[in-house]
């Protein structure tokens, strides 16, 4: 292995071998803790530690790094105390996520760095957002993000780096080529034979380092920062390197051929860089056994620290309130009651309101809250200069400029990823998918990166996903589906749903205002069919309120989004007089508002849109048996839209959706 020093002085080499050191010498003791079971998992770098170490020493201290299993040189070289990086490790309460997730499964924004998700690829993705924020901020700054070949098989691999490239970010993609993905070799991963063959295909450089050659990774790495921050754009390196132990350590090697194992063996990062070091009269004997013996003592009293740290002491409370970042406390304003409804007729004419349709309520409630919040970004495909499919955004570019106002490509998971790191630097983001349904391929960065991270390590995820939704436009089965039961089975987000133009705005406004990521279900059919009085300032209509839409003593209605229009309309037609409880807000619901009504008529029936098995209705009816079965008077009932997809024929559309059902099932309950 040769070692180019070029004109790095001596103190920047020592300072590579010193970190490089640290990781092999933590690793090792690990290993021994784990033979001793006082661990119980490891993922081991040994062999890779110049990748880690080299890439985070040529970074500024206040550049963002997402790292993987095997980069434990990047929390080391960034000073992450070692008695608390253990206590994370061993789930103790003085770990960064408290107990509640393991090994680098965590991030600091102390130390800028952004820990992964067992996903991988998903981070990728987040990394482009980190780096939108500094672009749009005008902050020279870079990020760097890490793949492993594995990994870059996955979608978000594919997705991030187009999204980079379209938008020229500043992210320098380091994919560790180890030859392994577990135990899948490359050849079953994929069939070109470097990922520098990758680069030119999405528009982006592409270079290739010896991953266990330290001082050649800081070089690099060191070079392109220097240059990027001054001409933004994503490069793609590929530092070759190798595992020497399992993916992690009960995965064993065997799998590997021996020869190759002995080959790798001599290219052993750590040991070449101090052989050369000795050589070159750079590191001293002395100064190696001094130095080794300074870091084991480090690595002891930060083990000491984690014997002596707390376990972790379960308390529902304290686990149920810290799995949401704390929200505004949204203050009563004058055009609005306690319970959110619109104030009384008597008021209007102070109130300044004026009749809109649907969409242009949600369009006024955006248009103010990118006025209010000049960090919020909005992205979404087409709804730059075309406005979106719907025109929601019409005129915005105009208005608030291209770079807040951003067109996508088709990668739903790279943009909702994006909206987290533009959160990790302090703004705000709006994504946009075109019709509900699509949602599906950015998922996982929902429920698991969006709607986690709060919890896991104390990062808000300050997204609005706003989801066109629902049926009743002949559009098919993928533009038509109710989905909002997919996101109320995940703690963490939080789910509205308006039915009328008041609350489409002032939901949305909310929405912004909360830190937290919110799915924002806007209801397609009611876009250009409904209007109704919108205040025309800037107004938030509290998330976790319901509202009543009509009252009656005879039964209640407990539905939400077009279900409201069509409870109203079924009860004028059967002249019932009943509650229709608007839920307005899915999760977290209304359980006061749903007990009231429950107790004032005794007579439930749950309407939906969403199909009836798994939809919100049977969580709403369990919750209603389990806490007001004193005061029901009949059995709870539920209607909604058949257990099908969403047909697309008129006729059979209309005999999917539940009207019809709906009015058998009111007079059912009402004559019970």
Not at 306 to 318: F, G, I, K
Not at 464 to 480: D, W
Request: charged share 25%; proline share 6%; net charge negative.
């Amino acid at each position: 292995m040769t070692f180019d020093r070029k004109d790095y002085p001596n103190d920047v080499l020592l300072r590579l071998y010193r970190e490089l050191l640290k990781p092999r010498l933590i690793e090792e003791k690990m290993l021994i803790l784990l033979r001793q079971g006082k661990i119980t998992k490891w993922f081991s770098g040994i062999g890779q530690e110049a990748i880690s170490v080299g890439s985070t020493l040529a970074l500024h201290s206040d550049e963002y790094i997402l790292p993987l299993h095997r980069n434990l040189g990047v929390f080391t070289g960034r000073g992450v105390p070692l008695g608390r990086l253990f206590a994370q490790w061993q789930g103790k309460a003085t770990g960064y996520t408290k107990g509640r997730d393991r090994s680098f499964h965590f991030g600091t924004n102390e130390h800028h760095i952004v820990g992964m998700i067992s996903h991988l690829g998903p981070q990728l993705a987040v990394a482009d957002g980190i780096a939108l924020a500094d672009l749009l901020d005008e902050k020279p700054r870079v990020t760097l993000t890490y793949s492993g070949d594995g990994g870059a098989s996955e979608g978000d691999f594919h997705e991030a780096l187009n999204v980079a490239a379209v938008w020229q970010l500043p992210v320098i993609f380091l994919i560790e080529n180890n030859g392994y993905g577990l135990s899948t070799p490359s050849n079953e991963q994929f069939r070109f034979k470097s990922f520098v063959d990758k680069g030119p295909a999405y528009g982006m450089e592409a270079v290739q380092v010896d991953g266990n050659n330290v001082l050649e990774v800081y070089d690099k790495i060191y070079t392109l920062a220097t240059d990027l921050r001054q001409n933004p754009r994503p490069v793609l390196v590929e530092a070759l390197t190798f595992r020497m132990r399992g993916h992690e350590e009960a995965s064993g090697t065997k799998y590997v051929p021996a020869e190759l194992m002995q080959e790798w063996a001599a290219k052993d990062p750590v040991e070449n860089y101090e052989k050369w070091l000795l050589a070159e009269g750079i590191l001293s004997e002395t100064a190696r056994v001094q130095m080794r013996e300074t870091i084991k003592q480090e690595i002891e009293k930060g083990w000491q620290e984690t014997e002596a740290a707390p376990a972790p002491v379960a308390d529902d409370a304290r686990e149920l309130a810290d799995m949401y970042a704390p929200a505004p406390q949204l203050q009563v304003k004058k055009e609005e009651l306690k319970d959110g409804s619109p104030a009384p007729a008597e008021e209007k004419e102070q109130l300044s309101t004026k009749e809109i349709r649907f969409i242009d309520a949600i369009q006024q409630g955006l248009r103010q809250s990118m006025q209010r919040y000049p960090e919020l970004v909005l992205m979404g495909q087409d709804i730059a200069e075309y406005g979106g499919v719907f025109k929601i955004t019409e005129g915005f570019v105009a208005e608030f400029g291209k770079g807040r106002v951003r067109n996508t490509p088709l990668c739903e998971s790279a943009i909702v990823g994006a909206g987290l790191g533009l959160s990790i630097r302090g703004k705000k983001a709006m994504v946009e998918m075109q019709f509900a349904d699509f949602v599906t391929c950015g998922f996982n960065q929902i429920v698991n990166n969006l709607a986690k991270s709060y919890y896991r390590w104390g990062q808000h995820a300050d997204v609005v996903v706003r989801m066109p939704t629902g049926a009743g436009t002949a559009a098919g089965p993928f533009h038509s589906q109710s989905n909002e039961a997919w996101f109320t089975h995940v703690p963490g987000l939080k789910v509205v749903y308006p039915s009328n133009p008041h609350d489409a705005k002032g939901l949305l406004c909310a929405a912004f205002e909360d830190p937290n990521p919110v799915m924002y279900f806007e209801h397609k059919l009611l876009y250009r069919s409904l209007s109704g009085p919108v205040p025309e300032a800037y107004y938030t209509t509290p998330i976790g309120q319901a509202a009543l839409a009509q009252e009656g003593d005879e039964l209640s209605v407990i539905t939400y989004g077009l279900g409201v229009h069509w409870a109203l309309a079924a009860c004028k037609e059967l002249a019932i007089k009943a509650d229709i409880l608007d839920l307005r807000t899915l999760l977290p619901w209304d359980t006061e508002a749903v007990s009231r009504t429950v107790h004032k008529t005794g007579r439930v029936l749950i309407l939906h849109e969403d199909t009836l098995t798994g939809g919100l209705g049977g969580e709403l009816a369990a919750w209603i048996a389990e806490h007001c079965f004193s005061s029901l008077d009949a059995p709870v009932r539920r209607v909604a839209s058949l257990d099908t997809a969403v047909p697309f024929a008129p006729p059979l559309e209309a005999g999917f959706l539940p009207q019809q059902r709906l009015r058998e099932q009111l007079k059912a309950l009402r004559d019970y």
